[in-house]
């Protein structure tokens, strides 16, 4: 089985088809676009044309690999609006996978052409149903071995908190930013490190110089920045929805509202053993849930059936 992946979204395809080599198949990235943080990609073709030239670009490269892969795996949509081009990609007797990622559906619904012609619907994280509910949740791939090369962390004189949005406004960094201003007001002996437009290299490399990982705190689901943290034993911050936290019971996050970000830091900055034990639990769950072999074998039973 030959598997082309289109799309960079996270690096999420890359682990995907790292995982999948690692099991024994022919899987490629292919992207138009390079990504701002710095994820490589087996083919990348950058295309700066406008609609409908960029159009036209992306169906002259996709040509090429057409005949060369037996699984098309779409993140984020198809190469042409609505999805018109998926009639075409199923007509070459091809396996066709859609896998959202976020903004392209949240808040929008599944109304694509494709939805009708995918083989399956995926999604990277469950609150993502709610605008495709006949898709699947495929939880986010780790891979654990990734973050063994980090060099440990040195004792640090004050507790390190981190926050990387990608977004300020879906991540809600302004309710942060009010947090730690009251924390310092308050005496508090923190540092904050707001880390922006860097490589994922960096971003790594500060997730583990951190004592607290705050995430997210709009969307209602944890990110790719969560499960690096706890990849690496680091207690993270995030709102989880209530009734995704209700359905999907013992993550090992310290869920937070808004509101209660400032509770909730202080929780952590002054219970070093709440850091430690929300740490450990975190590292399993990623190794239970989130495992990139476990996600690339759960792929390769749904392209099989």
Request: hydrophobic content about 35%; overall charge neutral.
């Amino acid at each position: 089985m030959k598997i082309l992946h289109i799309g960079d979204v996270a690096g999420v395809p890359q682990k995907i088809a790292t995982a999948q080599r690692e099991l024994g198949y022919e899987s490629d990235v292919l992207s138009y676009q390079k990504h701002p943080f710095g994820y490589e990609t087996d083919f990348c073709y950058p295309i700066n044309s406008k609609f409908p030239y960029s159009c036209i670009k992306k169906l002259v490269i996709f040509s090429k690999f057409v005949s060369r892969y037996d699984v098309y795996h779409f993140h984020g949509g198809t190469l042409l609006p609505k999805g018109i081009d998926s009639i075409l990609w199923r007509t070459f007797g091809k396996k066709l996978i859609i896998h959202h990622h976020g903004s392209e559906l949240r808040f929008k619904g599944e109304e694509h052409i494709y939805s009708k012609f995918a083989d399956n619907i995926l999604v990277s994280t469950p609150d993502l149903l709610e605008w495709a509910p006949d898709g699947i949740w495929l939880p986010n791939p780790v891979d654990a071995k990734e973050y063994e090369l980090i060099e440990p962390i040195p004792q640090n004189s004050k507790l390190r908190i981190l926050h990387a949005p990608s977004s300020r406004k879906t991540k809600g960094t302004e309710y942060v930013i009010q947090a730690i201003d009251r924390l310092k007001k308050y005496g508090y002996d923190i540092e904050f490190i707001l880390l922006e437009n860097v490589s994922h290299d960096e971003v790594l490399k500060q997730i583990k110089l951190s004592d607290v990982i705050v995430d997210q705190f709009i969307l209602g689901w944890y990110g790719m920045f969560s499960l690096e943290a706890m990849c690496m034993r680091k207690p993270v911050l995030c709102y989880i929805r209530e009734d995704l936290a209700e359905k999907y019971k013992n993550l090992p996050i310290l869920n937070t509202k808004p509101e209660f970000v400032y509770d909730n830091l202080i929780k952590l900055i002054e219970n070093k053993e709440l850091r430690l034990e929300l740490g450990i639990i975190g590292q399993k769950y990623i190794e239970n849930v989130h495992e990139s072999k476990k996600i690339a074998k759960k792929l390769i039973e749904l392209y099989s059936n």
